[in-house]
């Protein structure tokens, strides 16, 4: 079946550092997803992308999706200890009623 | 804001029983799913749901698990005979017409002993 490759698989950063993650796919999704994932939470959208090539922000986030459509990334400019949490990438193959398909996520932890 | 809510919070049921688990979606969405979290691992498609059918289901939403809009507010998700395996967060979703995102609720955690 159709698979994300997200990474990194973790992440250690300094508080105020900016962070940079990454989404993969061999398939082309017609929407790429972001979602934030917090301890006893359901995931949280963050950024919905649906044009190859889309730039979209979202305060201090920042996401893109891939021209060639098999990839996104999300950028957090100056990090803060409530961006703590996992990072899913998530995909639409085809219509945004479709099921949402999700990468493994990232783990951002944050250093005093 | 409007949100999707999921009851109960944490649900813990002897191997063999059955379980269901609840969800009110958004008032006025059309789309609902159910999603699957083992813990530790990333969250799967179990099924979507629209026009009181099933539209789609994964591999895992096999023969013991069945789905339903009994009312115009519920929609939920029966396990006929729990395995050890069923243990994990399922998380209820909504979406409405216009390419409206999916809304997830926070999740039943189920714990089969």
């Known amino acids: 079946g159709q698979q994300l490759n997200q990474s990194p698989q973790s992440m250690f950063i300094q508080e105020g550092e900016d962070v940079s993650m990454n989404c993969t796919s061999s398939s082309i999704f017609n929407t790429w997803l972001w979602y934030k994932q917090e301890p006893g939470e359901g995931p949280v959208l963050l950024i919905a992308?649906?044009?190859?090539?889309e730039l979209t922000s979202n305060g201090r986030l920042t996401a893109q999706f891939g021209i060639t459509r098999k990839d996104s990334f999300l950028n957090i400019s100056a990090s803060i200890p409530s961006d703590v949490g996992i990072y899913y990438c998530?995909?639409?193959?085809?219509?945004?009623?479709?099921?949402?398909?999700f990468g493994k996520g990232t783990r951002l932890h944050i250093l005093p | 804001e409007p949100e999707v809510t999921q009851t109960p919070s944490h649900q813990v049921t002897q191997m063999g029983q059955e379980v269901i688990l609840r969800c009110v979606p958004i008032s006025n969405h059309l789309y609902f799913y159910w999603y699957r979290q083992i813990l530790g691992q990333k969250v799967e498609f179990l099924v979507s749901f629209y026009n009181n059918e099933i539209s789609e289901k994964s591999e895992i939403f096999d023969d013991q698990f069945s789905v339903e809009r009994p009312d115009g507010s519920n929609f939920t998700l029966k396990i006929r005979s729990t395995k050890l395996e069923d243990s994990a967060m399922y998380f209820c979703?909504?979406?409405?017409?216009?390419?409206?995102?999916?809304?997830f609720g926070d999740g039943t955690r189920l714990s089969i002993l």
């Open positions: 998530a995909g639409q193959l085809v219509n945004r009623d479709d099921k949402i398909i």
């Open positions: 992308l649906y044009k190859a090539g």
């Open positions: 979703a909504s979406s409405g017409l216009g390419n409206q995102p999916q809304h």
